[in-house]
């Protein structure tokens, strides 16, 4: 855009950018408050109400959420769903993408159609439900990675993405004897490591975020990942139901405790994101143009 | 002469089509292993997508877990029947449809809105620091989202409150009065969402020819002329497109966010069919009746993406399929 230097071009201009950064803090400001209180003590976020920067620093509520083995336990669930479902998922995703990709498939049509139809119509909740239960998954961790371990969302784009590398690159490996194994492996997917990445990190922020799932197909409160036992913590125990609370009996956790599990649940994203930031800007926009 | 020419005219189809059925049958083979890359995710689809799909007839039955759809007993439209002459259902009807509206009617402009802002702004470096914090919302799962806001909003010590406290109001029960409960349920949809949607529309707003601008600007036009008639008539595909997957999705987008909002003490406007489905299906057993209402739900979101995606390509748009 072509700098406008009249006097309402430059009052629009501030105007904008006033509005924006105001919109951005707003943003981050409620998760600065929430890290910032996680670092303080009880006593002083209670007194300077709003903490950006606690003045009193303390580790306690973390302490206390790492004296058991639940907050642990819960972190090694969620970090081996996220591991093993982002690998099962860009495996079974890559493959469907790249067959559905390749112009000379008889019958892709069929295939691409029945994957769109998905997104449109569903069975629902209790039927799926069902099948699962019947495959004997109820109460195992494949429950939580196997029946969401492909979307279709992600596989359009990724298609979208193998559609576009020149079909001269594939021509030329299959003179030189690659079958279409070693095509994608060695050629397709070195070439796609932007969509790659971005949809791996589609794929690991939805295991991480793993709620819905567990909460169908989890009785066992040891089987738990991270996002589950947030709930209990922070939103069941906020003052609610008297019913609802951990126990009934046990008071709800302080503030700062309930500060610390949240930022425990985030941390890993946030840990990802600058690295992967570039990259998936990048992918989300060509899967977007095309779908 | 002229019999043979008749003869091989009418022979030539024929053996063009064995031809061709030969040429596909060599294909196939050639790519074998494509189709054996694409079986894994097939069979995905078939178990986990169509498998369901079909379970969906457990809602004309009553169900028996025990007996499976086979063994139950048909029951024709009852459970249907029952979804209408039920008060508590018309009432979760509403509650959709207004969680639905609140989705397209105020959530909706918002990316669009943040997107033309983002696309004003002079600098780079600010540019990329604003999409930056505004995209972090998105990758918190709704437990986050949620978990922050009431650990913000809560009665003992939530900053709001003391806020509130701090100006001379009243504390407000944000978490247990019925009438903050959409208030709130739109703000951590903005919160978590807007700034996530406005990728695709700053994607399309950076493929319009930068000329038209500058005829514009020969024109006379001003900064806000040249948002009205280049950058939105240039993004209204985008912009209709969207619309469309937002109203067939709107009504599944609620379980996990609205399931973490429910109490006892906001059910009477909270209660949507998601959350519904899941308590009266898996909590109380009422698989056929809640199957029934899911049913009911996945269809009229397939009636409405029809029907908005045929009105859009009428109106001369591309429209989603």
Redesign the interface.
């Known amino acids: 855009m072509v700098e406008d230097r009249s006097f309402t071009g430059r009052l629009f201009a501030a105007l904008n950018f006033t509005l924006l950064a105001i919109i951005a803090l707003i943003t981050v400001l409620p998760f600065i408050h929430v890290v910032a209180g996680s670092f303080t003590t009880s006593a002083e976020l209670a007194a300077s109400k709003f903490v950006l920067i606690p003045k009193v620093w303390s580790f306690e509520a973390y302490k206390f959420i790492f004296s058991t083995n639940t907050i642990f336990k819960a972190m090694g669930v969620s970090i081996g769903v996220t591991l093993v479902g982002t690998l099962v998922s860009m495996f079974l995703t890559s493959l469907m993408a790249y067959g559905l990709a390749r112009r000379d498939l008889d019958g892709r049509k069929v295939v691409n159609f029945m994957v769109v139809f998905t997104m449109l119509f569903h069975g629902g909740l209790i039927p799926t439900f069902l099948v699962v239960k019947e495959l004997g998954m109820i109460d195992t961790y494949a429950a939580l990675i196997i029946p969401s371990a492909i979307s279709a969302f992600n596989m359009i784009i990724l298609k979208n993405f193998f559609q576009n590398i020149p079909e001269g690159l594939e021509e030329s490996a299959k003179i030189d004897g690659c079958n279409d194994f070693g095509i994608l492996f060695k050629i397709v997917l070195p070439l796609s490591m932007p969509a790659m990445a971005t949809i791996s990190l589609f794929y690991a922020v939805t295991y991480w975020n793993t709620y819905l799932t567990a909460i169908l197909y989890l009785d066992d409160s040891a089987k738990w990942p991270i996002q589950v036992l947030l709930r209990q913590i922070v939103v069941l125990a906020s003052g609610l139901d008297h019913s609802a609370t951990l126990d009934g009996v046990v008071p709800p956790p302080d503030q700062t405790i309930k500060m610390a599990v949240i930022v425990v649940a985030t941390l890993p994203i946030l840990m990802v994101y600058p690295f992967l930031q570039k990259h998936f800007a990048k992918g989300a926009l060509l899967g977007s143009m095309k779908g | 002469m002229q019999e043979v020419t008749a003869q091989a005219s009418t022979a030539q189809p024929v053996l063009e089509a064995s031809k061709n059925k030969n040429e ?1 049958r060599k ?2 083979w050639r ?1 074998r ?3 054996v ?2 079986a ?3 069979l ?2 078939i ?10 007839i ?1 809602s004309f039955q009553d169900y028996k ?1 025990y007996n499976g759809i086979m063994g139950s007993n048909w029951v024709g439209m009852k459970h249907f029947n029952r979804l209408f002459s039920e008060p508590d259902f018309l009432n979760i009807l509403k509650n959709t449809i207004v969680l639905f509206g609140l989705n397209i009617f105020i959530y909706f402009p918002i990316p669009i809105i ?1 997107a033309l ?6 600098g780079n470096f ?1 540019k990329r ?9 998105h ?6 989202v ?7 909003v ?6 709001i409150n ?2 509130l406290v ?1 100006f001379g109001f009243e504390k407000i029960n944000f ?2 009065n019925p009438s903050w409960f959409r208030p709130m349920y739109i703000i951590q949809v903005i ?1 978590r969402e807007a ?1 996530w949607g406005t ?2 529309y700053l ?2 707003i950076a ?1 319009i020819d930068p000329g038209l ?2 005829a514009a ?1 020969m024109d006379g036009a ?3 002329r040249q948002i009205w008639h280049i950058t939105i008539p240039a993004i209204r595909g985008v912009i209709i497109t969207l619309f469309i997957l937002k109203i ?1 999705s709107v009504l599944d987008l609620g ?2 966010h609205v399931y ?1 909002l429910l ?3 906001n059910r009477e406007v909270a209660e949507i069919i ?1 959350t519904y ?2 308590t009266a ?2 909590r109380q057993g009422q ?1 056929s009746y ?2 029934a209402i ?2 009911f ?3 009229i ?2 009636i409405l ?1 029809m029907t908005v995606n045929k009105i859009s390509k009428k109106m001369g748009e591309e429209g989603v ?1």
């Open positions: 596909v294909r196939i790519n292993w494509l189709y890359m694409i894994p995710g097939l995905y689809f178990i986990f997508k169509y498998l369901p799909m079909y379970g969906l457990i877990p943040l802002m983002l696309n004003e702004l002079r600010f620091i604003f999409q930056s914090l505004l995209y972090i919302p990758f918190m799962s709704w437990v986050i949620v978990s922050i806001s009431f650990v913000m809560t009665m003992d010590g939530g900053i003391d806020l701090f978490l247990l919160w700034g990728i695709i994607a399309s493929a601008y500058e600007r001003g900064r806000l067939g379980f996990e973490l109490n006892s003490m998601d489905v899941y299906g898996l698989f809640s199957t899911g049913f739900k996945s269809v979101g397939l993406v399929y």
